[in-house]
């Protein structure tokens, strides 16, 4: 089972005492480099998004939709998600497979709780006439926050994969890296989180 | 380490084909997926290169009606998404492929499995917009679809040509960021030890720039063309100005992707001519740093010109006055460049091969095409130039003339390392000089067209405009270039076959691709090399003497290092090299199911496609990492 | 024997006739004026302060092309590779020389940015005493609008010698405005209002074409401009203003079939089109109160004549691809009346 770590980090053969020049291993850079590009990603909605803030066309406007202390709530819930999710790779670290499945399933929930709330968020905004449809307002309120959603749900799924390898005793703590990885992706996608609610929820 | 317990599921298993299709289907070997991108993107660039014959034919005469204004605009955006996306673009990762891990003495990329991904991606993602020919017409608005028309109920015909466009450059943009991050994690990391950054070709730090282009330009268009799915497939308002949306959005997300776009199409073949003018005219790349410096100079402020594409659009002086600055400026480094590999030939020994020519093509056609650039950005007179022939002319001779005549430099460079057999010369030249003939038949006219007032996109032109000669001519020059592809084709076939046996160097080389046999062993080095310098190879084989000259050391070379490397990998040292694999194809797979749910209005497809990529990446994580019969 | 004429073909003699050929060729076609649309020869004010800053560049960019290509050619004649040159000098750079060849061209291109940007705000400066017109381009004809209430398509009229404002819409996709002799082209956003000053100061035609592509019918999208002596201009605007030829008994069952008529699908001349002082008063297709004053129609892709205008009225889409205007199954009849009522409107 180890190979995989060789092949897939390419250290291969005689390669494997020299370490590599950035100091961080393969995955790692690799995660970091993806996260980057994400950061276009959402940089791109979010201004698509602040340019179209108050193209409501008669329509519901921000003010009329937001709920500040419900998303505030969300928010913090999902913040939450990541210090379990620093617990679970520290769990994994030490070799506690239980608590590592704990706190898995603790930001898994927690994420999942946040799914659900935008769900509702959603449905609320829908009947308060604010579709997709509706105004540029609409549509890229929804997009840029649906798009975050998906993030999260991907996580989700992460998150419940590495739970369910756990549970066959097919995640030792020498995987702990696997654990860092879905860690750094689920703090980023937190961290856009905490951008689109300051930006897109509290900026006046 | 951890010994499994229960036997692996058949469908967990990897393949073990090691010849044949399903090799081919299944690998992860970077050279073999290299070659998979070349040949995809040569067999674009013939269907491109035939729709721009179609093109030419229409236009060779006034009232050309030899297809219809709807085929035409189809032809002419499939021409230039296939050339930009299914050609060049891939044509360089094709390059990426196979040679950075050699460049930098690497046994694979970062992530073998990743690799193939990207390949398989592109290669669903192309026959994707293909295969809107056979449902109802390819895409028609234009290469840079700009909204409203893109997104507009009845402004186009065709029900669904923009949803090819649209979800298939959306593939090909996931093709480009994993490979992009692949890329990044080789160079960065998998360098032999001691080839620190400034020891590295220039090939792979022009890699290294366009590989970063990619990562932070692909996202930028991904957004821009969700938003045109979700106006088209979901009545959003992004681009549609009766709803209160801005079409200018479009143009300004499209053209912050477009303009480093432009960068990432150019900078390998700006790498690859710096690879080959040092070893054809043995010396060592004049100013180094200057043109490695410049092309991270390039690759930055290639993020602040976009809106030089914008001039006519009403975005005010201001902003027109800013973005003509910035364009103006973005010459000086590629200036650099051209004055450096000027330097590097002066005072050389040169050697005229085919590489050599097309390098030095490259060179003569691309101060052209930098020149009306420069034009292009005294903005009162782009008022006049924009949407023009003379814009066309520009880009066909920094892409045809730069980045096509670059890449061609390439497959005759490193043919012999592929294949262990040399390129005909004879033909080589012929297909040269047919090529620059034609290319400058073909895109030199454009020049009096545009400025001449013919526009660009015009599926048909009255006589009397001033404007005959100068498209008959150009006609008669696609034509030539079509010849000098085929001479191309031919001397590929033949060369393939019966060429001449390469050696291991057969250019007197300068870089670590030239110490390992050609064609490469699967595990490229059997000993990983050490670098001591810049041009590492060069230096193993010539000592300088006191006037600088080169003077050959005895006991250089590759043959003899190679030799005893090679016998120590036979007598079963083992290098592991990566399984193949064929999750990475069921993954891709899913993608494309997933655009035509989209196209075909049905989450059941859609949820399909899904499945099949999950089913995929599932498979990819839990497939053991060898093929446990070894 | 290869080697020997490939040598032949770089000789120095051969190539310099090749060049001397070429840059011939080159001029030759820029000094021929011919064509409506050719840039290089201006004749309103805005299009030849342009054309001045491409005069100065287009030398310096010539200059610099023959230096730099005349050094590659120096360079590919002198180090070929021969004996003596077998093991030429490994020279790795020469930092005056790249600061030399950054500074040069840098400085050379700030002078053509203080060149270029003042002329850029110039233009964007709202000229005084314009005469302002309303451009709206539709898919695939243009639409103008004078403050007076003259309302026609395709062919602009303006008087010499005074700038004309335009301010430029889109009723559907994104078009360009382009009026090659007289000024450069600016967009027409749907959404958005942008503007153009054009000026002549010659009476005469003035070709126009779109330039932004705009669909199917994108190369059949063109206009004229016609620009008068003040008095002339004047003369028009008060024929344009009149309305539309009085009842002529020659064309009246033109005229009711124009008015009245249903067609193929219960379709009417007047839901699209307008005659003024008649009840049709359709906003979509061309304003047609004196549609036969003009000398063009579907975006001037035809001459106005009645071979033509029949050919047109028999199957629109079939002469203009994508053609909003669709074929009402006219029958020759039809098509004799109607043609004959529009070319009464004068």
Not at chain 1, 84 to 110: E, H, K, N, S
Not at chain 2, 73 to 92: A, D, K, R
């Amino acid at each position: 089972m180890h190979d995989a770590t060789v092949t897939e980090t390419g250290s291969h053969g005689g390669q494997d005492a020299h370490a590599t020049y950035t100091g961080l291993d393969n995955v790692k850079l690799a995660m970091w480099a993806f996260l980057g590009s994400e950061c276009l990603f959402f940089g791109a909605l979010i201004s698509a998004h602040l340019l179209y803030r108050n193209q409501t066309m008669g329509g519901p406007t921000r003010h009329d939709v937001y709920d500040i202390p419900y998303t505030s709530v969300s928010s913090f819930v999902l913040l939450m998600s990541s210090l379990t999710m620093v617990l679970a790779l520290a769990a994994i670290q030490r070799g506690d497979q239980r608590r590592l499945r704990i706190w898995l399933m603790a930001t898994a929930l927690l994420g999942a709780s946040f799914i659900g709330g935008q769900f509702f968020e959603f449905t609320e905004f829908v009947h308060a006439g604010l579709t997709i449809q509706t105004s540029p307002f609409g549509s890229s309120f929804f997009v840029l926050t649906g798009f975050h959603g998906a993030h999260v749900t991907i996580g989700i799924l992460m998150l419940l994969s590495m739970y369910t390898l756990s549970k066959l005793g097919k995640l030792p703590s020498s995987d702990a890296r696997k654990i860092e990885m879905v860690g750094l992706y689920w703090h980023f996608v937190d961290i856009v989180w905490i951008v689109i609610f300051t930006v897109v929820y509290l900026f006046p | 380490m951890a010994t499994v317990t229960t036997p692996t599921p058949w469908f967990l298993r990897r393949p073990r084909a090691k010849n044949g299709l399903w090799s081919w289907v299944t690998t992860v070997d970077h050279k073999r997926i290299g070659i998979l991108y070349g040949y995809t993107a040569f067999v674009f660039f013939i269907l491109g290169g035939l729709e721009a014959l179609l093109i030419r034919m229409q236009l060779a005469t006034p009232d050309g009606d030899l297809v219809s204004a709807d085929l035409y605009n189809q032809l002419f955006t499939t021409h230039g998404v296939t050339m930009i996306f299914l050609v060049v673009m891939p044509m360089g990762a094709a390059f990426f492929n196979y040679f950075i891990p050699l460049q930098i003495g690497a046994r694979d990329v970062a992530f073998p499995r990743l690799n193939s991904l990207s390949y398989w991606v592109f290669l669903f993602g192309g026959l994707f917009i293909y295969s809107s020919w056979l449902f109802g017409g390819a895409p028609d608005g234009g290469w840079f679809g700009y909204a409203p028309l893109t997104v507009g109920g009845d402004f186009l015909p065709g029900d669904h040509r923009i949803d090819y466009y649209a979800l298939g450059l959306q593939i090909l943009g996931v093709a480009s960021i994993v490979a992009s991050v692949n890329f990044i994690v080789t160079i960065l990391n998998m360098r032999a030890p001691g080839m620190k950054l400034l020891k590295m070709p220039v090939f792979i730090w022009m890699s290294l720039v366009t590989n970063f282009l990619l990562l932070f330009a692909m996202p930028i268009i991904a957004v821009a063309l969700f938003f045109m799915t979700f106006d088209r497939t979901f009545d959003a308002l992004f681009y549609t100005p009766a709803g209160g949306g801005d079409p200018i959005l479009w143009q300004h997300l499209f053209w912050l992707f477009g303009h480093p776009e432009v960068y990432i199409l150019i900078l390998p073949a700006m790498g690859i001519v710096s690879e080959i003018l040092p070893v054809f005219s043995r010396k060592p790349l004049f100013g180094y740093s200057f043109v490695v410096f410049s092309g991270a100079a390039i690759g930055f402020m290639g993020w602040g010109v976009w809106a030089h594409h914008m001039f006519a659009d009403g975005l005010g002086p201001a902003a027109n006055a800013a973005f003509a600055v910035s364009t103006m400026f973005i010459a000086v480094p590629t200036g650099v460049k051209i004055f450096n590999w000027l330097a590097t030939m002066a005072g050389g020994s040169l050697r005229f091969k085919t590489p050599m020519l097309f390098s030095i093509g490259f060179i003569a056609m691309f101060i052209i095409g930098g020149l009306s650039g420069v034009t292009h950005a005294v903005v009162p007179h782009d008022y006049q130039q924009t949407d023009t022939y003379y814009v066309v002319a520009h880009f066909h001779y920094v892409l045809f003339g730069g980045a096509l005549l670059g890449l061609f430099g390439g497959l005759y460079y490193w043919f012999p390392k592929i294949y262990g057999r040399m390129m005909d010369e004879r033909l080589g030249r012929t297909h040269f000089w047919l090529m620059m003939i034609g290319f400058n038949m073909a895109f030199g006219p454009f020049h009096i067209l545009g400025l001449k007032g013919m526009p660009r996109r015009y599926y048909t032109y009255p006589s009397g405009m001033g404007w005959e000669l100068w498209n008959m001519i150009s006609t008669v020059g696609a034509f030539i270039i079509a010849l000098s592809v085929l001479v191309f084709m031919h001397n590929w076939r033949k060369s393939k076959k019966n060429g001449e046996i390469a050696s291991a160097d057969p250019w007197d080389g300068r870089t670590l691709e030239w110490t390992i046999p050609s064609p490469p062993p699967e595990y490229n080095f059997a000993e990983i090399p050490t670098v001591t310098e810049r041009d590492d190879f060069w230096h193993r084989k010539y000592k300088e003497d006191k006037r600088g000259r080169p003077i050959p050391v005895p006991t250089g070379g590759a043959e003899m290092h190679s030799e005893a490397s090679e016998a120590e990998a036979e007598e079963g040292h083992g290098i592991h090299m990566p399984s193949p694999s064929y999750f990475p194809l069921i993954a891709a797979l899913g993608m494309p199911i997933m655009a035509y749910g989209v196209i075909l209005n049905s989450w059941f497809i859609g949820a399909v496609g899904a499945i099949v990529c999950l089913a995929g990446f599932y498979g990819w994580v839990l497939e053991p990492a060898t093929d446990e019969s070894h | 024997m290869d080697r020997l004429r490939f040598r032949a073909l770089t000789n120095s003699k051969y190539l310099r006739r090749v060049v001397a050929l070429a840059s011939m060729l080159v001029l030759s076609a820029c000094i021929s004026a011919d064509g409506p649309a050719n840039y290089l020869y201006p004749e309103g004010p805005r299009a030849i302060q342009s054309d001045r800053l491409w005069d100065i560049t287009f030398a310096i960019a010539a200059v610099i092309f023959f230096v730099v290509e005349g050094a590659l050619i120096f360079i590919i004649l002198r180090y070929r590779a021969n004996k003596a040159n077998a093991q030429p000098k490994q020279l790795h750079g020469h930092t005056r020389l790249e600061l030399l060849w950054t500074a040069i061209p840098a400085l050379i291109l700030t002078g053509i940015a203080f060149m270029t940007v003042p002329v850029i705000f110039d233009q964007a400066r709202e000229p005084e005493g314009a005469l302002k017109v309303q451009v709206i381009g539709h898919q695939w004809w243009w639409e103008y609008k004078y403050d007076n209430g003259v309302v026609t398509a395709n062919e602009l009229h303006v008087p010499i010698n005074r700038p004309v404002l335009l301010e430029l819409r889109s009723a559907d996709v994104i078009h360009s405005y382009w009026i090659p002799k007289l000024a450069g082209k600016q967009d027409l956003v749907p959404g958005r209002i942008n503007h153009l000053t054009i000026e002549a100061t010659e009476p005469g035609e003035y070709y126009g074409q779109c330039a932004e592509y705009c669909g199917l019918s994108h190369a059949n999208m063109r206009a004229r401009v016609f620009a008068h002596e003040p008095a002339d201009y004047e003369r028009w605007v008060a024929e344009q203003r009149a309305p539309a030829a009085a009842d002529n008994a020659a064309v009246a069952e033109g005229r009711e079939l124009f008015l009245n008529g249903r067609f193929a699908g219960g379709q009417q001349c007047v839901s699209c089109h307008a005659v003024g002082g008649t009840a049709a008063a359709g906003v979509i297709g061309p304003n047609l109160t004196h549609f036969a004053s003009r000398t063009g129609f579907a975006g001037e892709m035809f001459e106005m004549n009645e071979e033509n205008l029949k050919a047109w009225l028999r199957d629109p889409p079939a002469r203009k691809p994508g053609s909003k205007m669709p074929d009402l199954n006219l029958t020759e009849e039809q098509i004799n009346d109607l043609s004959a009522y529009l070319l009464s409107l004068e």
